[in-house]
């Protein structure tokens, strides 16, 4: 096997070594790295679908992971898609004095903004200009980690990124209010936990990254690239839960394939209108698919960025950008060549885009040529 310049950390004693076991801690959600320290960057995800139809994802970060080498630099990103059509798009930083984040627990406080939480149940309030959220999360599915949870890039360095599903799924109450007009809903819901010591643009190219739950099944899927240095080795995450319980969180054991690839005019980035995730376990088979129906938001990171930061990033070529899709997810599970169960829902997922994008053109030229000659 050829030797891998991008993995999860899965060597039982590197995982002993960082304190961590087979049983996921409080701790682990709470505050991991140095936010004083340039370089490192952290971050508490959330997101949701409602049964009234609106879509939330709401994030908690210590700095902006794509440009990381400040102090503490807090902000709160919130995407509220309503159902009439609406977009609620915010973006707010803060003074790094009303930051605080427990060590403990998840316990992450940007002034009268909070995201708390046990592993188990969650509360997170947010108020910026004229919209307010409060979230209601309970976890229906055990916390997990891939490994240590942490993708460790070249030998004998110290160079991180990981991750934490605190709540690959569960149940949600959120209370919105836009506009001066309150909303009420309950839904289902995710959230996990990212932090790192590297800018993320040095070492990933990109990364489709989506969860869901279908029936009895919840799910968790990432095709993660690594940068040119790193030869762009793929790194698989993929869990599937069943009644709450992992049944299938092995890596190594994950195919990947892109289909009906087209060129967004917006971001200009190549985009794989569907996405395949098979898991083969000697007869156990699990193969997921992502069929993308619309995309719901793009962000492209210059545009974030302050002159003169963003005239320099444009003559660098910097064209990082960020999607987010909705569609369907399809499981389908086998025994052998036994089709046992078959499901879909609908499903979020995204598309991150740190690096260039002419190694991807280049593979899906070569795989269209092979299908040619075939």
Known sequence: MAHKHAQMVADPARIASLGLSDTIQSWEDGLRTDPRQHGQYEWWYFDARLDDGAT???SFSSKD????????????????????GRKINKMVWFD????SAATDRCDVRMGDNTFQGD????AIHVALDDLLVDVRLHGTTEPWRPGAGHMAFGEGTDKVFAWLPSVPHGTVDVRYTVDGESHVSAGTGYHDHNWGNVPLPR????WYWGRGSIGPYTFISSWIVAEKAYDYDSVPVFMLARDGKVIADDGSRVSFSKEDIFTDEITGKPVAGVTTYCYRDGA???VLTYRRADTILRNRFIELLKEPQRTAARLAGFDACHQRFVGEARLEVYEGDTL???GSAPAIWELMYFGKHDHELALAR???QGDADD
């Open 56 to 58: 939330l994802v709401i």
């Open 65 to 84: 992971m794509t440009h990381p080498n400040t102090g503490v630099k807090p902000l709160i990103i919130v995407d509220l898609d309503l159902p009439d």
């Open 96 to 99: 790094p004095q009303v930051f």
């Open 119 to 122: 592993l188990h149940d969650y």
């Open 203 to 206: 070492v990933v190219n990109n």
């Open 284 to 286: 156990h088979r699990y």
């Open 340 to 342: 046992t169960y078959e």
């Open 366 to 368: 070569r795989e269209q």
